[in-house]
């Protein structure tokens, strides 16, 4: 099978291409070429940015791809320029988008009111009234983050007629070479010989849905070698959501640590540990549709796939650290201020 790859090189994307060529499909990827790093063998690369993408179509075509598999759609603009390319082309677009696109992604950061949406959401769950999460974070009108927004990503995919489209809603993913350093803040407490780490109480209790990047991309392949017809939608991720402070006790046996979560009222925990969200509403998804129509399933266990993100998390710390996050003193004030407190009721 021929496949297209955007963002290859990737975190997620150099998964997936692995796994592909693993599998023998002839992959070509796009990518700026910014890594530094070879191309897993066998592999053909196109060098050129993706919003350049309109020049370089006639070359594109010429591949004839089977099945393009777009892993960093942002925009609109950006989903539109790769269906049109591709339109009577491909048979399938397989599009990699985010649990971000539905309603309680917004009601847990107190986005959009109402209460909470029931969990796990399933793929028909209500989406986002409110578009652009990420205006608000956005330098200028030309950041990327003043336009992302997945839900119209996923729209203009599904429009296409010529191309048929699989969505795929990803997790929180988390591995080596997690961009966004998701274990670090934790494991950093632990590292620096933290016996306690605090946590808010319906903080502790809240679930996310998450999922292993080898098993995640999995996940991807073998949507892209799907050969049914028609349009599809699919959350991707671990079947048995941990809370909060399940995950971090995960963490700690990974990470060897003997200490011990705390947890307390939300409102007593110190400035720089508040986070201003809704709890109560969980972001669990449900997977059952893709297991079930894939027989797909994790083979890296959680406990191996938390030791080796671990074990890269501590040979590369992030280059720059926001010490104001560590304010460990503020956080031992808080714990005698709560031995105080019980020692004098009791």
Same mark, same amino acid.
């Given at each position: 099978?021929?496949?297209?790859? *955007?963002?290859?090189?990737?975190?997620?994307?150099?998964?997936?291409?692995?796994?592909?060529?693993? @599998?023998?499909?002839?992959?070509?990827?796009?990518?700026?070429?910014?890594?530094? %790093?070879?191309?897993?063998?066998?592999?053909?690369?196109?060098?050129?940015?993706?919003?350049?993408?309109?020049?370089?179509?006639?070359?594109?075509?010429?591949?004839?791809?089977?099945?393009?598999?777009?892993?960093?759609?942002?925009?609109?603009?950006?989903?539109?320029?790769?269906?049109?390319?591709?339109?009577?082309?491909?048979?399938?677009?397989?599009?990699?988008?985010?649990?971000?696109?539905?309603?309680?992604?917004?009601?847990?950061?107190?986005?959009?009111?109402?209460?909470?949406?029931?969990?796990?959401? @399933?793929?028909?769950?209500?989406?986002?009234?409110? +578009?652009?999460?990420?205006?608000?974070?956005?330098?200028?009108?030309?950041?990327?983050?003043?336009?992302?927004?997945?839900?119209?990503?996923?729209? *203009?995919?599904?429009?296409? =007629?010529?191309?048929?489209? $699989?969505?795929?809603?990803?997790?929180?993913?988390?591995?080596? @070479?997690?961009?966004?350093?998701?274990?670090?803040?934790?494991?950093?407490?632990?590292?620096?010989?933290?016996? $306690?780490?605090?946590?808010?109480?319906?903080?502790?209790?809240?679930?996310? $849905?998450?999922?292993?990047? /080898?098993?995640?991309?999995?996940?991807?392949?073998?949507?892209?070698? /799907?050969?049914?017809?028609?349009?599809?939608?699919?959350?991707?991720?671990?079947?048995?959501?941990?809370?909060?402070?399940?995950?971090?006790?995960?963490?700690?046996?990974?990470?060897?640590?003997?200490?011990?979560?705390? $947890?307390?009222?939300?409102?007593?925990?110190?400035?720089?540990?508040?986070?201003?969200?809704?709890?109560?509403?969980?972001?669990?998804?449900?997977?059952?549709?893709?297991?079930?129509?894939?027989?797909?399933?994790?083979?890296?266990?959680?406990?191996?796939?938390?030791?080796?993100? =671990?074990?890269?998390?501590?040979?590369?710390?992030?280059?720059?650290?926001? +010490?104001? %996050?560590?304010?460990?003193?503020?956080?031992?004030?808080?714990?005698?201020?709560? +031995?105080? *407190?019980?020692?004098?009721?009791?």
């Amino acid at each position: 099978m021929r496949v297209l790859v *955007l963002g290859g090189t990737g975190y997620i994307g150099s998964h997936v291409v692995k796994q592909l060529a693993a @599998k023998g499909h002839e992959v070509t990827i796009v990518h700026r070429g910014r890594s530094g %790093k070879a191309l897993t063998e066998g592999v053909a690369g196109l060098v050129f940015d993706r919003r350049d993408l309109s020049e370089h179509v006639p070359q594109l075509r010429k591949i004839a791809p089977e099945v393009v598999i777009d892993m960093i759609p942002r925009t609109a603009q950006e989903a539109w320029s790769i269906s049109k390319a591709m339109s009577g082309v491909a048979s399938r677009l397989i599009v990699i988008s985010s649990i971000d696109v539905y309603r309680a992604y917004n009601r847990l950061r107190k986005a959009e009111p109402g209460s909470p949406d029931a969990t796990p959401l @399933k793929e028909n769950a209500p989406l986002r009234e409110q +578009l652009y999460p990420y205006r608000g974070v956005a330098v200028d009108a030309l950041h990327t983050a003043y336009e992302y927004e997945k839900i119209l990503v996923e729209r *203009l995919a599904q429009s296409e =007629v010529e191309l048929q489209s $699989t969505i795929l809603r990803l997790p929180v993913v988390y591995g080596p @070479k997690d961009p966004q350093v998701r274990v670090f803040d934790y494991l950093r407490r632990m590292d620096d010989g933290r016996k $306690t780490i605090l946590l808010g109480k319906q903080q502790s209790k809240w679930q996310l $849905t998450r999922g292993y990047v /080898d098993d995640v991309a999995s996940a991807v392949v073998l949507a892209s070698e /799907d050969q049914s017809s028609g349009n599809h939608v699919y959350n991707i991720g671990e079947q048995d959501s941990l809370s909060e402070l399940e995950w971090v006790k995960q963490i700690g046996q990974a990470a060897g640590w003997s200490g011990e979560v705390i $947890t307390l009222e939300d409102e007593s925990l110190p400035k720089h540990l508040s986070q201003d969200y809704d709890w109560r509403q969980h972001l669990t998804i449900d997977t059952d549709s893709f297991r079930s129509t894939f027989n797909w399933k994790e083979t890296t266990p959680r406990d191996k796939a938390l030791a080796l993100t =671990v074990a890269w998390q501590r040979e590369n710390p992030p280059e720059s650290i926001d +010490l104001d %996050k560590f304010d460990y003193e503020a956080e031992d004030e808080v714990q005698e201020s709560k +031995l105080k *407190l019980a020692s004098a009721k009791g």
